[in-house]
């Protein structure tokens, strides 16, 4: 048995009503099998063999929605645990200076 992770990742439209549920669909459909939110847009699930990625991207490909792009990629958890996740640690501005100060337009 060959532990593997699919990741899912979508850009999908928004502007309108019926594009948001679309978007909303899927989301559910993609929570519901078994996915999990790593980022916005972007899910991943294990699986237990190729022969259980290939029925799932099957299941992908039957509730894709109309528009918009999804990508797939299939990786062992090896690759999978090898990601690096970057995350910004430098110090923030705890407040900025008062915008008022900055320009003041006399006549």
Do not use: C, W
């Not at 048995?1 to 309108?16: A, E, K, S, W």
């Not at 939110?37 to 490909?61: G, I, T």
């Not at 090896?78 to 705890?94: A, C, F, S, T």
């Amino acid at each position: 048995m060959r532990i593997m992770r699919m990741l899912v990742m979508f850009d999908l439209p928004t502007g309108n009503k019926s594009e948001r549920r679309s978007y909303a669909d899927f989301r559910k459909f993609l929570i519901k099998d078994g996915y999990h939110m790593e980022q916005f847009s972007v899910y991943s699930r294990v699986l237990l063999s190729r022969d259980s990625a290939d029925a799932h991207l099957k299941r992908l490909e039957a509730n894709l929605p109309l528009a918009g792009a999804v990508t797939v990629l299939t990786l062992t958890e090896k690759q999978y645990e090898g990601r690096e996740v970057l995350v910004d640690n430098r110090p923030r501005m705890e407040h900025i200076a008062d915008p008022g100060s900055q320009l003041t337009i006399s006549f």
